[in-house]
């Protein structure tokens, strides 16, 4: 046994009118029908909901137990039709996305504000996780949507290049470098670089810019955060690579220089799994993401040095 919608409505609209002839002609239905429904209701709940006389309709105790359930049933039920509709329309459901580079702490955030005042219905659930733990992520369809860096060696992913990030030399004001000066004036230097248990592909990639600079970085201290990072430079422990994203951090005392090296470079970007049940959402959430990065004056600039 249920209760029917129908039903419900017609007991709430009979509830606040309390009069039946008004009620069924809000319903537009005769009052015999409406009778009847309520009837049906009564007998489903085993008692009677209406107290009738010939000159009054009241609600009986289990009548006003039964109408604030009825009303947030009938919400609730119009509520998961509009929900479902905007589902099948690629504009409700959840999109769980992965992250974990500096250089989209200035997007990011923007990005998620203007997703959700475009699409209320879609609930993101962000996942702080590194590039190899996003593909692990997105290959078992654990994660929707990865933003990391590229590029990746799949076959079963889609991906889409957003912004190009690159290495900053940062040395401490006591350090004498400028740009005409190159990486490999720093060899015999201590250098202070992200740990591989942090990020072992942007450790891996510290190294081979040193490398093709032709040397291999004295490494004295790791530290699994870039703010960490700057900080050991600015007690003078060392040099370190970190990526541009790093300078905003406005840490005193450490000054960032552009390397002029090709290999310093390479893409961030977003990527999902080719065959997937959520692409409207993806392709929405990527739109909106390409929206902001364009909007962006952080991106695309590139000075000599900062400071």
């Known amino acids: 046994m249920y209760l029917d919608p129908y039903e419900l409505k017609s007991f709430i609209i009979l509830a606040r009118e309390l009069h039946f002839r008004r009620a069924a002609e809000q319903l537009c239905m005769s009052q015999p029908a409406l009778s009847k429904q309520i009837r049906r209701l009564e007998e489903k709940v085993g008692g009677g909901l209406f107290a009738r006389t010939r000159r009054k309709v009241s609600l009986t105790e289990p009548g006003r137990v039964l109408l604030p359930l009825?009303?947030?049933?009938?919400?609730?039920?119009?509520?998961?039709?509009?929900?479902?509709?905007?589902?099948?329309?690629?504009?409700?459901?959840?999109?769980?996305?992965?992250?974990?580079?500096?250089?989209?702490?200035?997007?990011?955030p923007r990005t998620i504000l203007r997703f959700s005042r475009e699409y209320p219905l879609i609930k993101l659930q962000m996942c702080d996780?590194?590039?190899?733990?996003?593909?692990?992520?997105?290959?078992?369809?654990?994660?929707?949507?990865?933003?990391?860096?590229?590029?990746?060696?799949?076959?079963?992913?889609?991906?889409?290049?957003?912004?190009?990030?690159?290495?900053?030399?940062?040395?401490?004001?006591?350090?004498?470098?400028?740009?005409?000066d190159k990486l490999s004036n720093l060899r015999d230097s201590p250098f202070v670089l992200i740990s591989r248990s942090a990020s072992a592909t942007f450790h891996d990639h510290a190294v081979s810019v040193c490398r093709c600079a032709g040397f291999a970085p004295n490494v004295v201290q790791e530290a699994s955060e870039t703010f960490t990072i700057l900080n050991f430079v600015?007690?003078?422990?060392?040099?370190?690579?970190?990526?541009?994203?790093?300078?905003?951090?406005?840490?005193?005392?450490?000054?960032?220089?552009?390397?002029?090296?090709?290999?310093?470079?390479?893409?961030?970007?977003?990527?999902?799994?080719?065959?997937?049940?959520?692409?409207?959402?993806?392709?929405?959430?990527?739109?909106?993401?390409?929206?902001?990065?364009?909007?962006?004056?952080?991106?695309?600039?590139?000075?000599?040095?900062?400071a």
């Open 70 to 108: 009825a009303d947030k049933l009938l919400k609730e039920s119009e509520s998961a039709l509009t929900i479902t509709k905007e589902a099948s329309n690629g504009r409700a459901g959840i999109l769980r996305i992965g992250f974990g580079l500096a250089a989209v702490s200035d997007i990011l």
């Open 129 to 180: 996780m590194s590039t190899p733990s996003q593909l692990t992520a997105l290959l078992q369809e654990s994660l929707d949507l990865g933003i990391l860096r590229l590029p990746i060696a799949s076959a079963e992913l889609d991906s889409l290049p957003l912004i190009r990030e690159r290495l900053l030399l940062a040395v401490p004001e006591s350090v004498r470098y400028d740009h005409r």
């Open 234 to 306: 600015r007690a003078g422990l060392g040099v370190s690579l970190v990526q541009s994203a790093a300078a905003r951090m406005k840490v005193p005392g450490v000054r960032f220089h552009e390397l002029e090296m090709r290999e310093s470079e390479w893409d961030i970007g977003m990527a999902w799994k080719s065959v997937c049940d959520k692409r409207d959402l993806i392709l929405k959430f990527i739109d909106t993401t390409r929206t902001v990065v364009r909007a962006s004056p952080l991106f695309g600039k590139k000075s000599k040095s900062q």
